[in-house]
Nanobody
Framework: HVQLVESGGNSVQAGGSLRLSCAAS????????WAWFRQAPGKEREGVAA???????????YYSNTVRGRFAISRGNTENTMYLQMDSLKPEDTAMYYC??????????????????WGQGTQVTVS
């Protein structure tokens, strides 16, 4: 089992930056894909950034059209931490941000059911 804990959410002005962190504990060596999702009030949860590691250790990063060029997903030096660097923030980026992970990665990066493990979320507010 894997536990995920997000941090780094805050209130910022438009144009500002934030860096979200996702700390994993438990059977982290089994994780081969990660993602950041967000959910604004009254809206569905949407994927914004995803990270996959294939069987050869090659990594791939994916971004939604709404954040490409502004957000960057990265992994820490160990398998236990994932980051989301968010630049040029806009009011429409306001949402609860969730970290997700999976060992099987059975599904597309933007499908919530692809991920077995979820954090509790961290709030990002852009005004």
């Amino acid at each position: 089992h894997v536990q995920l804990v997000e941090s780094g959410g805050n209130s910022v002005q438009a144009g500002g930056s934030l860096r979200l962190s996702c700390a994993a504990s438990g059977s982290t060596a089994s994780i081969s894909c990660w993602a950041w999702f967000r959910q604004a009030p009254g809206k569905e949860r949407e994927g914004v950034a995803a990270f996959r590691v294939n069987n050869n250790g090659v990594t791939y990063a994916y971004y939604s059209n709404t954040v490409r060029g502004r957000f960057a997903i990265s992994r820490g030096n160990t398998e236990n931490t994932m980051y989301l660097q968010m630049d040029s923030l806009k009011p429409e980026d306001t949402a609860m941000y969730y970290c997700a992970a999976s060992a099987s990665c059975d599904g597309t990066s933007w499908r919530t059911k692809t991920y077995d493990y979820w954090g509790q979320g961290t709030q990002v507010t852009v005004s």
